[in-house]
């Protein structure tokens, strides 16, 4: 059973930064579009951002410029350099797998979900 697991949440003041890991375990992820989801207190979870191999990265305009999402397939690790960060990025942050090499940004087309970190962000 494929396993994911977010760490590296925590608290930061405005403007701080933040690198998030998602690790994988049982899966190899170069067969995945990879998607790091938020869901802010009170609003619907959301794609940020998402890796595949044919599409590269992909950001949501919230985020553009702010923060950055790599992968160690080697390691079986997804990162999640969050820079600048603002009050309104605060939340849970989920990691999320998508077999095949399309970026899906709907929540319901995600086929595997770690557990969340949290992100709150002061200010």
């Known amino acids: 059973e494929v396993q994911l697991q977010a760490s590296g949440g925590g608290l930061v003041q405005a403007g701080g930064s933040l690198r998030l890991s998602c690790s994988a375990s049982r899966v190899t992820l170069d067969d995945y579009a990879i998607g790091w989801f938020l869901q802010a207190p009170g609003k619907e979870r959301e794609n940020i951002v998402c890796?595949?191999?044919?599409?590269?990265?992909l950001y949501a305009d919230s985020v553009n410029g702010r923060f950055t999402i790599s992968s160690d397939n080697a390691k079986s690790t997804v990162y999640l350099q969050m820079n600048s960060l603002k009050p309104e990025d605060t939340g849970v942050y989920y990691c999320a797998l998508k077999y095949g090499e399309l970026c899906m940004k709907d929540m319901n087309d995600m086929d595997y979900w770690g557990k969340g970190t949290l992100v709150t962000v002061s200010s």
């Open positions: 890796l595949s191999s044919s599409e590269g990265d």
